[in-house]
């Protein structure tokens, strides 16, 4: 079966520090990879995602990066944190169902996050 | 319209009542659709994915109604349990990579 892991589990920073968020998938290859950030009593924004190795796309111009040097490692960095960085962040993976007909459907699971503070 | 719109709630029920969650959303082309419950302080987690008109799985069923554009989530015999936020998911883009676009979520309360 598969896993994913995320860490660490909570993080403290100051603003201006760097920051690196590592997550790893088990049990599948080549997953499509997400990094969503959910900000206190909001919704989930999409920041990141990846295709395969190498291969990032960016959903909003931010002050964050994303990189995947493995094909199951995706890493979330940042030079220098601001406040507004404070949140939860989550990856995903996924794989793709196709049906009938040439539709398809997108199933995402999620790691247990990172609850990131910026102070 | 936005893509995905759902009431914030909080429901409160009590225990053994059926309550239902609408949904709706922007994109006719969409496909399938996903809910996913999320505890409060972890991720959220998949609870029902519907591809057809609708899908059932013990005491939860979710209908689609792609006419209307909205899903709706149906969960009888309500338990504490169940106290949670429910998020509807739809798929943007084309069939070969879709994102998800989340609800910003109905929170249900059930007391006993």
């Known amino acids: 079966s598969q896993t994913i892991h995320q860490w660490p589990a909570t993080l403290v920073q100051p603003v201006g520090s760097p920051l690196s968020l590592e997550c790893t998938v088990e049990g599948t290859s080549n997953p499509n990879l997400y990094w969503y950030r959910q900000a206190a009593g909001r919704g989930l924004q999409l920041l990141f995602y990846s295709v395969g190795i190498g291969q990032i796309s960016s959903e909003v111009p931010q002050n964050l990066s994303a990189s995947r040097p493995q094909d199951r490692q995706f890493i979330l960095s940042s030079k220098k944190l601001l406040l507004s960085d404070s949140g939860f962040y989550l990856c995903a993976w996924s794989y793709v169902f196709l049906l009938a007909g040439g539709s398809s459907y997108n199933e995402q699971f999620f790691g247990p996050g990172t609850r990131l503070t910026v102070l | 319209r936005k893509e995905v719109e759902q009431d914030p709630g909080p429901f409160n029920v009590p225990e053994g009542a059926t309550v239902a969650f609408n949904c709706t959303y922007s994109n006719s082309a969409s496909q399938s659709f996903f809910w996913y419950r999320q505890d409060c302080r972890k991720e959220p987690k998949l609870l029902m994915s519907?591809?057809?008109s609708g899908n059932e799985d013990g005491r939860f069923t979710a209908q689609l109604n792609r006419a209307s554009q909205y899903i709706s989530l149906l969960i009888r015999d309500s338990k504490l349990s169940d106290s949670a936020t429910y998020l509807c998911v739809v798929p943007t883009g084309d069939t070969g990579f879709q994102k998800l676009v989340f609800g910003t979520g109905t929170r249900l309360l059930v007391s006993p």
């Open positions: 519907v591809y057809s």
